[in-house]
């Protein structure tokens, strides 16, 4: 018997060449299909896509292999893809889902089985448990067919979606008014899925797109991994410097997140960048909508809704609870705290694309640089401050649980404590609107440590008492 697939928050993630093998790679499509199939989606089309990791091409067409041999068909991505667009193909080419192989921002150790339902999304979790159990425990519980034959008779079919998507978003974002600004745009796609796609939406214009790490380069050098969060950024702010720049767009392995440095080389944190994004909808583009966050993301979103008078809802963290709601609710924006932004009007996925385009088209409708932009947005809800620390641990999981919940702190960082939510992880919300959250993550050994407060001296103050809570430090 092998291993049992577990997935986490938007499919399965593992080491290749230990877990992440072509026999497990048949053993989730296997579920996948079987899910779909018991979803009433026979002989229905799913799109699958993959990234620039090591042998990801050979993993997606492994997956079409069996998923025809399970009565369904396939379009396959030409290509790399980013997420998001392999997310619009869904309802572009009206798909029952689609698989994606991709590890996202996972270290260039790890590869992934992403996966997403009709509407292009994050799926829920209970059907996520679903397929996770429709997972055989053994390849030879897996069907599959020929790719070559499949492609004969056109069970699998070759496709870019490139033109549909950029014909798109640009139903959604003033593009002309960014190619016409005389920017000078650098972006950083991380070795990954993002290449090009920038300089192809902004060619012809007045504005210059510079690329850095811009090929396939699977072990991903100078950075840790592909998140556009701080290590790993920092070649690209000090170039964001060197080169002039306006500003530095991110964007992460599969180019689902964002990340964005100002004009100095300074990096702009997700919190602020969801704030900055909120605040462009709401007064820019005057629009009005709910907004959805995660436990882990900004209370500034709560005060723009108080100012905006919009409803703001929060969630788990992770897609696979934003998008339902997103939904649910015809939100006007959704968003959490690794950097994942996802408007309406799109799908109710992370597109780090659209949200570098929105940057653009403010900092364009507003004239103002990156850091003028964040002064603006702090002088409507005041200055907030947040860091975050990621800690492999070991041992045993539960213990640390049952260790966290028994702490009873009288204050925090300096902060009150006021109360413990445990909706998905920990957060310990303190006065002021302070919070410290430590959440387990649903597909690596690690214990993340994250805060928010409106006092800057207080963030590590906050953080270092949140490792003693959470066992990692004494």
């Known amino acids: 018997m092998t291993n049992k697939i577990k997935f986490g928050t938007d499919g399965w993630r593992a080491i290749i060449a230990d877990d992440y093998t072509f026999t497990n790679v048949k053993r989730c499509a296997q579920g996948f299909a079987n899910y779909l199939i018991k979803k009433g989606n026979s002989n229905k089309w799913v799109v699958v896509g993959y990234d620039k990791r090591f042998h990801s091409e050979n993993f997606a067409r492994t997956v079409a292999s069996v998923l025809i041999a399970n009565g369904l068909n396939v379009y396959l991505t030409d290509d790399a893809t980013p997420t998001p667009v392999i997310s619009y193909a869904v309802t572009l080419k009206k798909a029952c889902g689609a698989v994606n192989i991709t590890a996202s921002h996972n270290p260039p150790t790890d590869n992934g089985f992403k996966v997403r339902d009709e509407f292009g999304g994050a799926i829920a979790p209970d059907d996520l448990k679903m397929i996770e159990d429709l997972i055989p425990e053994n390849e030879d519980q897996v069907s599959i067919s020929d790719f070559e034959l499949g492609l004969k008779h056109e069970k699998i079919k070759i496709f870019n979606p490139t033109q549909e998507y950029i014909d798109h978003i640009q139903q959604l974002v003033d593009i002309q008014g960014i190619k016409d600004a005389g920017l000078k745009i650098l972006v950083d796609p991380m070795w ?17 797109v510079l690329e850095i790490h811009n ?27 060197e080169q002039q720049a306006d500003v530095l767009i991110i964007l992460d392995g599969d180019a689902d997140r964002v990340g964005v440095g100002d004009e100095f080389g300074t990096f702009i944190n997700q919190l602020q960048v969801f704030a900055l994004l909120s605040y462009y909808l709401l007064e820019v583009r005057q629009q009005r909508g709910p907004i959805v966050k995660t436990l882990s993301t900004t209370s500034m979103l709560n005060k723009l809704g108080q100012i905006y008078n919009v409803p703001v809802y929060e969630t788990g963290v ?7 709601k997103m939904m649910e609710t015809n939100a006007m924006i959704g968003g959490e705290e690794s950097g994942g932004y996802a408007f309406r009007g799109n799908v109710p996925e992370r597109d780090g694309i659209l949200a570098g385009l929105c940057i653009l088209d403010m900092m364009v409708k507003l004239n103002k640089k990156p850091s003028e932009l964040l002064k603006l947005v702090f002088s409507v809800v005041g200055s907030h401050y947040y860091d975050r620390i990621d800690t492999r641990f070991t041992g045993d999981r539960k213990e640390k649980e049952e260790q966290i919940l028994a702490s009873n702190p009288d204050r925090i960082g300096g902060h009150k404590f006021i109360n413990l939510d445990s909706t998905d992880g920990y957060k310990f919300n303190l006065e002021e609107g302070a919070w410290l959250l430590i959440r387990f993550s649903g597909t690596e050994p690690i214990i993340r440590v994250y805060c928010e407060t409106t006092h800057a001296d207080r963030v590590q103050n906050i953080l270092k008492d949140g490792l003693k809570i959470a066992g990692i430090e004494k």
């Open 318 to 324: 992770g897609f696979k609870y934003v998008a339902p």
């Open 215 to 241: 090929e396939r380069n699977p072990v991903f050098p100078e950075m840790k991994r592909p998140e556009p969060i701080p290590p790993n950024i920092n070649v690209g702010l000090k170039k964001t410097v």
């Open 192 to 208: 990954g899925n993002g290449v090009g796609w920038f300089t192809n939406i902004l060619k012809g214009g007045k504005s210059e």
